[in-house]
């Protein structure tokens, strides 16, 4: 009978794995069709939300039924309450790479403001914190997932920066005002991106620790 309750649980987990995988693909691809004009493939990206919708759903529903019907232990049930909650912040990750999409459609119609650099950066830091910790989640490494936590600072750097810098394009030339607060947007995503990225990761050092991070600066900081 155990070995049936740990199909179940591997279940679950394979659905969070999967919901983390296609969110990053969302990401990737959001950000690609920004850096490209690519308004086909930005249009893909929101017509797809709906598979992360329905993703979070099903995590959630496999979760309280096996808690309803199984009596958890302490770590089977952790690993539910984690995997709910890592469920949510990916849903939120989704709805980003959703309102990057909708910006790039956009931006699509312009002369694009200046280079893509700083954005597909911030993107590529974004989305490896997001492997990361769903990768921990997987392997328990609690040090990878503090890792993730300590490198929300990186993005949060280039986020000031690019904000800095869109509002000198909005001050000296005002006519750019519209497709720098398009920028500055779709830089908050990102931000907000490698945030939902750390929630999981604290989330990740409770399931294997029991350790609740989240308000540990010390921790965090190493």
């Known amino acids: 009978m155990k070995r049936f309750f740990d199909a179940e649980l591997e279940i679950f987990r394979s659905n969070l794995i999967l919901m983390g995988e296609t969110s990053i693909r969302q990401v990737r691809d959001a950000v690609k069709a920004l850096v490209e004009g690519d308004v086909a493939l930005a249009d893909r990206v929101i017509a ?10 099903r ?10 019907l199984r009596a958890p232990v302490a770590t089977e049930l952790r690993l539910v309450i984690v995997g709910m909650k890592a469920s949510h912040d990916l849903e939120r990750v989704g709805d980003e790479a959703t309102t990057i999409a909708k910006r790039a459609v956009r931006l699509a119609a312009e002369p694009p403001l200046k280079p893509y650099i700083d ?18 989640f997987l392997n328990g490494d609690t040090e990878k997932a503090l890792a993730v936590v300590r490198r929300d600072s ?68 190493g």
């Not at 597909?120 to 990768?135: F, H, K, N, S, V």
């Open 48 to 57: 797809a939300d709906d598979e992360i919708d329905q993703l979070e759903i």
């Open 119 to 136: 954005i597909p950066r911030m993107a590529t830091i974004a989305l490896e914190m997001l492997r990361d910790a769903l990768d921990c």
């Open 154 to 221: 990186e993005v949060d750097a280039i986020n000031k920066q690019l904000y800095r810098e869109l509002s000198s394009y909005m001050i000296e030339r005002p006519a750019t005002t519209t497709r720098a607060l398009e920028l500055m947007f779709i830089s908050k995503s990102l931000e907000r991106i490698a945030d939902h990225a750390c929630n999981i990761a604290e989330e990740m050092v409770f399931l294997a620790q029991a350790k609740d991070i989240r308000h540990r600066e010390e921790l965090k900081k």
């Open 59 to 68: 995590i959630d529903e496999e979760a309280m039924r096996y808690m309803n």
